[in-house]
């Protein structure tokens, strides 16, 4: 059964760091983009970022970037998104999601990504 597990969320005050996990489970992550979404509170989904299945793509909505770096690691079938200067407009639940017919690119758009996963919450705030 593919399942996608995001960790690494809590509360870090304003400026901090946080380091979020995408673990797949079920089929290889190097098959598939893997995309980072984020809803706030009343506010509709944004993508965040995403890289390609080898890594060699990556984009960045253009509010984060310089703040927010992806990274994969293929081996540990595991994505990574490290967020630092935190602020409060970061604030959501963040999601993974993989897009199982993406090759060698990757897009902010939900509309390729077929799997997802339940999310984790990061709060901001002093």
């Known amino acids: 059964q593919l399942q996608l597990v995001e960790s690494g969320g809590g509360l870090v005050q304003p400026g901090g760091s946080l380091r979020l996990s995408c673990a797949a489970s079920?089929?290889?992550?190097?098959?598939?983009?893997i995309g980072w979404f984020r809803q706030a509170p009343g506010k509709e989904r944004e993508g965040v970022s995403c890289?390609?299945?080898?890594?060699?793509?990556?984009n960045y909505a253009d509010s984060l970037k310089g703040r927010f770096t992806i990274s994969r690691d293929n081996g540990k079938n595991t994505v990574y998104l490290q967020m630092n200067s935190l602020k409060p407009e970061d604030t959501a639940v963040y999601y993974c999601?993989?897009?199982?017919?993406?090759?060698?690119?990757?897009?902010?758009?939900?509309?390729?990504?077929?799997?997802w996963g339940e999310g984790t919450q990061v709060t901001v705030s002093s």
């Open positions: 999601a993989a897009a199982s017919r993406l090759f060698g690119l990757c897009v902010l758009s939900a509309v390729p990504y077929d799997y």
């Open positions: 079920g089929f290889t992550l190097e098959n598939a983009a």
């Open positions: 890289i390609s299945n080898r890594g060699g793509a990556t």
